[in-house]
C-alpha cells in the first residue's frame, strides 16, 4: 500500500517558460504584478485612497490629510511587511521542499511556525524581553530546534526520510509547542489579546522598526538561497548522485536548513504564524519555470511576495471595518492546495 | 481454569464470549473512577473529606457543602470524565476502522469540523436559537466534516496515508474558519474563545452533563455491537466478508458513532486534544485486542485522563484554571511522536 502511495514517478512537468529568455520575461512579469499588488495594497482598505492621492502622499506629504497619515504610519509598513514576510516564506518552503524531498513541506506544516512562535511567547512573557532583535533570536532558536527534531524523526526507520513520516511528526511538533504555547498564555493571562492576533498571524498595526532587525539575515538567507541553486539541482537527482559529481552534500543540506531557518523564523517573529505560503507558492511557480531551482527561488522571491500582498489586501476587506487575520486568508487558500497534493499522492520530488 | 466465561441463550440465538481478565480490569477501571469521582469532588480551592462528599451527594449532608459540590465541582468533575469516556471510546473505534495507530478524532480532523460549527452557531445564530440547539450543530459539523474528508481521501479505496493527511488538511481549513467566526464574533473575548478552543471544563453545568450521558448511553450498546464486526475486520476486508459481516455498511455505522461521540465531546467542552489517541493504546496494553472490552476499557480509560489533566489543571496553579487540553496535548503529542517512531518502519 504504501510502496504503491510513493512509488509512482510525478508525471513529466511541462512549465509556462522553458527558455532562458522567456524565463527572465517570466521574472519581469512577476516583478510587474508585485508592483501592481503593492499599488493595491497602498490603496485599498478601510479608507480608500485614491492613486493620485498615493502619489501625492510621496511627493508632497501633508501631515494635516488624514490619507497621507494613513499611508505613511499603516500602509506603507504593512506593505513592506507583507512583501518580505510572503517572499521569505515561499523560499523557505521552496528550500524544504528540495530538502525533504517533500512537497507538502513547508514551514507550518513542519512545525517550525509553532517552535517559533513558542519561544518568542516565553521570551515576551517569562523572561519579558522587550528587545526587538533578542525576540528575533528567540524566533530563530525555536525555529532551529523544531526544524531539527522533524527532520531528525521524518529520517529514522528504514526507509529514511519518507514523506508521511515527516508530514506527521511536523502536526505532532505544532500540537505540542502550541499546548506549550497555551499552558504558558493561560498562565500569565496579561496581554493574551495582542499576543494572540500577533499568533495567528497577521501584518497589521506593525512598523517598520519591528522588520530592520530581521531584515539583514533575511537578506542574507535569500542571497545563500538565490547562489544555491545549481547545487540544489544537483542534490535533486539523488545524495548519491551529487557525492558522485563531487558535492559536499552535508554542507549543500546545512545551509539549505539555515537558510530555511534564518526565513521561518525571521517571518514568525515578524508576522506570527502565516501559514501554507511556503507550502503554495513553490508549486504555484513550478507550474511556471518547472523544478529548475536557479529560477524557482527568484520567481518563489516574487510570487511570495505577490501572494501575501493579495492575501493581506483581502483580510482587510472582507469583514469591514474589522479585518481578519492573515493567517486565517492564506489557510483558507493553502488547505485546499494541501489536500489537492495529499490527493495527488506524495511522490518524492 | 479456563481464561474466558461463555454465555448463550436457550436457542443460541445470542452468544458471547468474556475474558476474565478483561472483566476485571473493566471492573478495577470502574472502581477506580467512582473513587476519583468522589474524591476529585473533594479538591478544589479547599478541600472537602471524601466522606463529606458522599454525604452531599446522597443528600445525607447537613447542606454546608450543597453548594460547592452539587452546584460547582461535582458537574465539572463528571463532565471531565464524560467527555474522557466518548473521546476514549470515539477514538478506539476510529483505530479500529482505520487500521492505524496513530488515528485519533483530532488528528483526523473531525473535532475541528465539530468545532467550526459550534463556533459558527454562536456566532451567526447565537441570538436567534437557543444554546441547546449547540450540540445538534457540533454534532452535524462532525459528521459533515468527517464524510467530506472521507470522501477527499476516496480514490479507488481510502488508504489510511491519505485519510490522515488529508485531515491535516481539513484541519488547517477548519481552523481558519473557527478563528474567522470568532473573531467576527460578538459573544467571544479572544481570552474566552481561545480557552475553549484549548478544551476545558471551566465552568461546567449539570446541563452540560445531562447533555453528553444520553448520548453516551444510546451510542455505547450499539458501538460494542457492532465491535463484533471489528474484531473481524482486524483480519483484513476479505475474510471479514467472509466471515460474514457487511464490511462496509457496519464499517459505516460505526464511523457514525465515533463521529458522533466526538462531536458530542467537542459541543461540551471544546476540543481537548489526544486524549482519543491515547486511551485507545494504554486500553490495549490492557485487554489486548478483542474489540468489545477494548471499547469498555478504552472508554474508562479516558475518562480517568481527561479527569486527571482537568484536576492538576484546576488544582496546582490555583487561582487560575489551566484548560484540561493542555495537558492532554502536552502528554498527547510526545506519546503520538512515541509512536511513530515505534511504527517508523510502516511510513
Not at chain 1, 518563489?300 to 500582498?309: Q, T, V
Not at chain 2, 478563528?179 to 473575548?189: K, R, V
Request: charged residues 10%; aromatic residues 8%; positive net charge.
Amino acid at each position: 500500500m504504501n510502496a504503491r502511495y510513493y512509488g509512482r514517478k510525478s508525471e513529466p512537468m511541462f512549465p509556462l517558460f522553458r527558455q532562458g529568455k522567456s524565463r527572465l520575461a517570466g521574472l519581469l512579469v512577476l516583478l510587474l504584478l508585485l508592483i501592481l499588488a503593492a499599488i493595491a495594497s497602498m490603496i485599498y482598505g478601510r479608507t480608500s485612497i485614491t492613486f493620485a492621492v498615493a502619489i501625492q502622499a510621496f511627493t508632497h506629504y501633508d501631515h494635516q490629510s488624514v490619507a497621507h497619515v494613513v499611508l505613511h504610519t499603516e500602509r506603507l509598513p504593512r506593505t513592506i511587511i507583507a512583501a518580505v514576510v510572503g517572499a521569505a516564506l515561499a523560499v523557505a518552503g521552496a528550500m524544504m521542499q528540495a530538502l525533504t524531498r517533500n512537497p507538502l513541506a513547508s514551514p507550518s506544516v513542519f512545525g517550525i511556525n509553532a517552535g517559533a512562535i513558542f519561544c518568542i511567547v516565553i521570551g515576551v512573557v517569562v523572561l519579558s524581553v522587550d528587545s526587538l532583535t533578542t525576540l528575533m533570536w528567540f524566533g530563530f532558536a525555536g525555529a532551529a530546534i523544531s526544524a531539527v527534531i522533524v527532520y531528525l524523526l521524518g529520517s529514522i526507520g528504514r526507509d529514511g526520510l519518507t514523506p508521511i513520516k515527516i508530514v506527521l511528526a511536523g502536526t505532532a511538533m505544532t500540537a505540542l509547542f502550541s499546548s506549550f504555547t497555551q499552558a504558558v498564555l493561560v498562565l500569565d493571562g496579561t496581554g493574551l489579546q495582542d499576543v494572540l492576533f500577533w499568533m495567528t498571524g497577521s501584518v497589521s498595526g506593525r512598523s517598520l522598526e519591528m522588520l530592520y532587525p530581521v531584515l539583514p539575515y533575511m537578506a542574507i538567507a535569500v542571497i545563500i538561497a538565490l547562489s544555491m541553486g545549481r547545487a540544489i539541482n544537483l542534490l535533486l537527482t539523488g545524495d548519491d548522485i551529487a557525492r558522485g559529481m563531487g558535492q559536499n552534500v552535508l554542507v549543500v543540506k546545512l545551509l539549505m536548513g539555515l537558510v530555511t531557518v534564518l526565513l521561518a523564523g525571521g517571518a514568525v517573529s515578524v508576522a506570527g504564524s502565516v501559514g501554507l505560503v511556503g507550502l503554495v507558492v513553490p508549486h504555484l511557480m513550478r507550474a511556471l519555470v518547472g523544478n529548475d531551482y536557479r529560477w524557482l527561488v527568484p520567481y518563489s522571491l516574487l510570487g511570495g511576495g505577490i501572494l501575501l500582498l493579495l492575501a493581506d489586501v483581502t483580510a482587510r476587506l472582507v469583514i469591514m471595518p474589522s479585518e481578519l487575520p492573515l493567517g486565517v486568508v492564506t489557510a483558507l487558500i493553502g488547505g485546499p492546495f494541501f489536500i489537492y497534493i495529499a490527493r495527488k499522492g506524495v511522490t518524492r520530488l | 481454569m479456563k481464561r474466558t466465561l461463555t454465555f448463550r441463550s436457550r436457542k443460541e440465538h445470542v452468544s458471547f464470549r468474556l475474558e476474565k481478565r478483561s472483566l476485571f480490569v473493566i471492573g478495577m477501571l470502574a472502581l477506580a473512577s467512582v473513587l476519583a469521582l468522589i474524591i476529585g469532588t473533594g479538591f478544589g480551592s479547599d478541600y472537602i473529606a471524601p466522606l463529606d462528599v458522599l454525604r452531599t451527594v446522597m443528600g445525607w449532608g447537613d447542606g454546608d457543602f450543597d453548594f460547592v459540590v452539587l452546584t460547582l465541582r461535582l458537574p465539572r468533575v463528571l463532565l471531565a470524565m464524560l467527555v474522557g469516556i466518548a473521546l476514549g471510546m470515539s477514538g478506539a473505534i476510529l483505530q479500529g476502522i482505520i487500521r492505524n495507530p496513530l488515528a485519533s478524532p483530532d488528528v483526523i480532523g473531525i473535532t475541528g469540523g465539530a468545532a467550526v460549527a459550534a463556533v459558527g452557531f454562536v456566532t451567526l445564530l447565537g441570538g436567534a436559537l437557543s444554546i441547546k440547539l449547540l450540540p445538534l450543530f457540533a454534532v452535524a459539523g462532525a459528521l459533515i466534516t468527517a464524510l467530506i474528508i472521507y470522501m477527499l481521501s476516496w480514490k479507488s479505496g481510502v488508504t489510511p496515508i491519505r485519510l490522515v493527511l488529508i485531515g491535516i488538511g481539513v484541519s488547517a481549513i477548519t481552523g481558519a474558519g473557527t478563528t474567522f467566526m470568532l473573531i467576527i464574533s460578538p459573544f467571544y473575548t479572544a481570552g474566552q474563545a481561545y480557552i475553549w478552543l484549548t478544551g476545558s471544563v471551566y465552568g461546567a453545568t449539570w446541563t452540560d452533563v445531562n447533555t453528553i450521558w444520553p448520548v453516551l448511553l444510546i451510542i455505547l450498546p450499539a458501538a460494542i455491537l457492532l465491535a463484533r464486526s471489528l474484531n473481524a475486520q482486524e483480519f483484513g476486508d476479505d475474510l471479514a466478508t467472509g466471515l460474514g459481516v457487511t464490511v462496509q455498511k457496519h464499517r459505516f455505522l460505526l464511523l457514525a458513532c465515533s463521529v458522533l461521540l466526538a462531536g458530542i465531546a467537542v459541543s461540551v467542552a471544546g476540543t481537548i486534544g489526544f486524549a482519543g489517541l491515547m486511551a485507545p493504546h494504554i486500553a490495549r496494553r490492557l485487554v489486548g485486542r478483542m474489540f468489545g472490552s477494548l471499547l469498555l476499557v478504552s472508554g474508562l480509560i479516558g475518562g480517568l485522563l481527561v479527569f486527571a489533566a482537568d484536576l492538576i489543571g484546576r488544582t496546582l496553579f490555583v487561582p487560575l484554571d489551566v484548560p484540561a487540553g493542555v495537558f492532554t496535548a502536552g502528554v498527547g503529542a510526545p506519546f503520538f511522536l512515541y509512536l511513530l517512531f515505534r511504527n517508523r518502519n510502516q511510513f
